[in-house]
């Protein structure tokens, strides 16, 4: 009968441990994430960029392309196309928001505070990217990580084939 009855509480325990996950998991998508995942800017794609890039999230699927402009070394036009959960779309907002006039140690140095946020428990991104603190409770969701930071991964590869010459648009 103990047998019985420790095997029950245990299936009571894994059923209590589902439901704060899910819990966990409808707070992650805040109010504030689907604001920021509906008002995305510089969604449209450009006609000549000078580098472009789509990266993908193999655990999830989502993708995101960017094409750049650059000149004198900043991003001078931007477009993107996000395909990715509220979370990739919330963080393609934050960081299009303030994405012109980035130059590619910005960038660099925005994926590495980022990924330090999500993946080390680090601190929040510096302004004027503060506002990837809403993505916070994310840390503990990993298969998520790659969807949040592919519009900077994509971005700081576009620079990088901008500024050595090798990208082809």
């Known amino acids: 009968m103990i047998g019985a009855n420790a095997y029950l509480g245990g299936r009571d325990a894994k059923r209590k441990t589902a439901a704060m996950a899910e819990q966990d998991l409808i707070k992650l998508y805040s109010g504030r994430i689907l604001e920021l995942a509906a008002t995305i800017p510089f969604t449209e794609r450009l006609a000549n960029p000078d580098a472009t890039v789509m990266r993908r999230s193999p655990l999830c699927g989502s993708t995101v392309t960017v094409d750049i402009c650059v000149q004198d070394g900043q991003i001078s036009a931007f477009g993107q196309d996000v395909k990715a959960c509220a979370l990739g779309q919330a963080s393609a907002s934050i960081f299009a928001s303030h994405v012109v006039g980035l130059r590619r ?28 603190k809403v993505l916070e409770p994310a840390r503990d969701f990993k298969n998520r990580h790659a969807s949040i930071l592919l519009a900077v991964e994509a971005t700081a590869e576009a620079l990088q084939q901008a500024e050595d010459g090798s990208a082809c648009a």
């Open 105 to 132: 140690n910005d960038v660099e140095g925005l994926r590495d505070e980022l990924s330090a946020m999500l993946k080390a428990n680090g601190p929040v991104p510096a302004a004027p990217f503060d506002d990837y």
